[in-house]
């Protein structure tokens, strides 16, 4: 029999025991202790476990949970609470919590657009001391805080990214690094200056090389690859080539023995469906002069060459003569057909290749279609029994618009487009229009260091479009606010004349610019344009003018008169004002004026200027769409590379041809300036 003290001491030696596990079952909120904070770790969990934590937590890692707290924050888009928590952490944060803080801040400023001050914090991060997981996001931040475009900066991002990537990441990270260096300019390619031991990036620049030097001849290029496979076995790319690399290896080449060309040949657009046949056909025959060089520089000459004034087509709107000049793509049918493409530049590329040398006779096979006769569908069905291997047309935006809706297996190189081109594998779109054109000034006036411009436009819906399409790409530059003040009649101007032009106007109601998405701690936030705040006041630093030669000899003398010394803005004009026919006095009372226009009309094709010329008797606007059939026919004669081969590029008598990713032709034009009566290139 045990002794009661035997008894007693035991009872006493396990009684706290028991004590212990009675309280800890009683209360679960006091069970065994979360484990510590990892900062540098992936936070998964919400946002409310990670401030219930904080709150429960002693001053020695209340930071770690508070840290998670705000990446949660952000992932979740609760950008105001992120930012509360922020600014709540301590101050004398060291280490770890401090690299930690920094990434956080640089996250948050891009989430909230602020990308210069996240550039300069992530320039204060040393990603020596990141862990993988902060790395990646590091890396994120920096390809987000240069917007996309490219440059040496996003490159090197990509680049360092890639090892901690696996999967579809890394396949994806493969193809925006060879995305970025497509968008490398010959400006930025000159200025690269890169370190010794960037052997990756070395390699990335020598591939973009290849591909530059053997784009034109597929075989030329799969030997070119293979070859810098060989030099460059460690290469992510060696390995795993991006993917529009890869259809560039197995491009196939479109036939172009039998083509249809479909065009309005009867009404209205039939004078410009003769332009654009005959330049067309004249470069199958190879009498169209030679292609035009890369970058052409213009000759100090008068303008145009004859005194004699251009027959031009009346706008459909308005009544005035040249007062609209394009085939406008949001114009109905019949407006589009009441007017002639003028001139056209889209979204900045790259200086263009020098195409191939024309072909001094092609036996292909032109037929015409009469688009003004029969549906679209049935003359495509039509072209297809009759043996047409490819379409170039139709002209009219109503019956481009019908292609979408219209099955067809043929490659079709249509001569408009769409208000939203949709990406179809058999389809291209080569437009020229007014909205076009003032994208491209918006482009060029912003490379000049313009932040304050004013459109003078016409009146009407033609006006209304121009400033639209000029404000919307400004925005996407990363502009402001753009104003616009309608301009009348020459007699209207006249009457005007006295109390000259103000240089104010009201906001151009544009819409909101599509933005690129980017990914920023696992959260998916709209790119912004930029980081430089919407302009809403100040002084006017540039003028976009919209206007016909006559309106042009009142309007810039009129500003001139109101305006003088170093408070004058710099004066930019559509190529609608330049004409045949401009004398010595115009070109003087123009001097400083920037404007743009064709290659052909801008010097670089002297040849192809004086056949153009000759057959239509100075009318620049036939003109203009004679060049348009001489790039019309070029573009076909590339339609596979076009769709297949990214960033391929043409000079044209239209321009420097480019085509987006969903084979939208984009064209670049020079610009020239009046200086001393004479017309040079502008600076």
């Not at 042009?552 to 003088?564: A, E, Q, R, V």
Request: proline share 8%; with cysteine; net charge neutral.
């Amino acid at each position: 029999m045990l002794s009661s003290k035997f008894v007693r001491t035991k009872a006493g030696r396990f009684m706290p025991v028991i004590v212990a596990t009675l309280l800890l079952a009683g209360c679960p909120g006091q069970a065994p202790q979360t484990p510590p904070a990892n900062i540098q770790d992936e936070a998964s969990a919400s946002s409310d476990y990670y401030l219930q934590q904080m709150q429960q937590s002693s001053d020695d890692n209340k930071a770690d949970w508070q840290l998670l707290a705000i990446r949660a924050l952000l992932r979740e888009g609760k950008l105001p609470q992120a930012n509360q928590q922020l600014s709540a952490l301590p101050q004398n944060l060291s280490g770890e919590r401090q690299t930690e803080r920094q990434l956080l801040s640089a996250e948050l400023q891009i989430a909230g657009k602020n990308l210069s001050a996240a550039r300069n914090t992530l320039n204060g991060i040393d990603n020596n001391t990141l862990s993988p997981n902060q790395r990646v996001r590091f890396y994120q931040a920096q390809i987000a805080a240069n917007q996309g475009k490219a440059s040496l900066p996003l490159i090197r991002a990509y680049i360092a990214q890639e090892p901690l990537l696996n999967d579809k990441a890394h396949l994806d990270n493969l193809d925006q690094t060879w995305k970025t260096l497509l968008g490398l300019t010959p400006q930025d390619m000159n200025s690269l200056v890169i370190n010794a031991d960037e052997n990756v990036l070395q390699g990335w620049l020598d591939l973009l090389r290849v591909y530059q030097e053997n784009r034109q001849d597929p075989e030329m290029l799969k030997a070119g690859i293979k070859d810098w496979q060989n030099r460059y076995p460690q290469n992510p790319a060696a390995k795993s080539l991006p993917t529009q690399l890869n259809q560039a290896l197995n491009l196939t080449q479109a036939s172009t023995s039998n083509i249809a060309l479909l065009l309005p040949m009867n009404g209205q657009a039939k004078v410009f469906a003769d332009a654009i046949q005959q330049g067309f056909e004249a470069a199958k025959n190879g009498t169209a002069g030679a292609p035009a060089p890369a970058q052409p520089q213009p000759q100090a000459q008068p303008a145009g060459g004859s005194a004699e004034q251009p027959v031009t087509a009346p706008d459909a709107q308005s009544g005035d003569l040249n007062a609209n000049g394009a085939v406008s793509t949001s114009a109905p049918a019949e407006e589009a057909a009441a007017a002639a493409p003028i001139s056209a530049a889209q979204p900045s590329a790259p200086a263009a290749t020098p195409a191939p040398a024309q072909p001094q006779m092609s036996n292909a096979q032109i037929k015409v279609y009469d688009t003004s006769s029969q549906p679209l569908s049935a003359l495509l069905t039509q072209a297809q029994q009759d043996g047409a291997t490819l379409v170039v047309g139709p002209l009219l935006k109503n019956n481009v618009d019908q292609l979408a809706s219209t099955s067809t297996s043929l490659n079709v190189l249509a001569l408009n487009q769409p208000e939203t081109p949709q990406d179809s594998p058999n389809v291209c779109y080569f437009a020229l229009s007014p909205e076009d054109e003032a994208r491209d000034a918006a482009r060029h006036i912003w490379t000049q260091q313009k932040r304050q411009p004013l459109l003078l436009v016409p009146h009407g819906s033609f006006g209304s479009r121009v400033a639209k399409a000029f404000a919307e790409e400004w925005q996407k530059q990363g502009g402001g606010t753009v104003l616009q003040q309608n301009i009348g009649s020459v007699n209207e101007l006249r009457q005007s004349v006295r109390s000259g032009i103000r240089l104010s106007g009201t906001p151009v109601a544009a819409s909101a610019p599509a933005q690129q998405s980017v990914t920023v701690a696992g959260l998916t936030i709209p790119a912004p344009p930029s980081d430089i705040p919407a302009a809403t006041g100040g002084r006017v630093d540039a003028v976009y003018i919209v206007a016909n030669r006559s309106q042009l000899t009142l309007i810039k003398p009129m500003i001139d008169m109101n305006i003088s010394g170093r408070g004058k803005p710099t004066l930019y004009a559509s190529s609608r004002s330049y004409q045949a026919g401009s004398g010595p006095d115009f070109r003087l009372e123009m001097e400083g004026l920037q404007f743009s226009d064709i290659p052909m009309l801008a010097g670089a094709n002297p040849q192809l200027m004086r056949q153009a010329a000759a057959k239509f008797r100075n009318d620049y606007s036939l003109m203009r769409l004679y060049a348009m059939g001489v790039d019309a026919w070029q573009l076909a004669n590339h339609f596979s590379e076009m769709r297949q081969l990214p960033g391929f590029q043409l000079s044209g008598a239209t321009g420097a041809l480019t085509a987006s990713s969903n084979c939208v032709i984009n064209r670049k034009l020079p610009w020239l300036q009046y200086r001393q009566g004479q017309i040079v290139p502008a600076s």
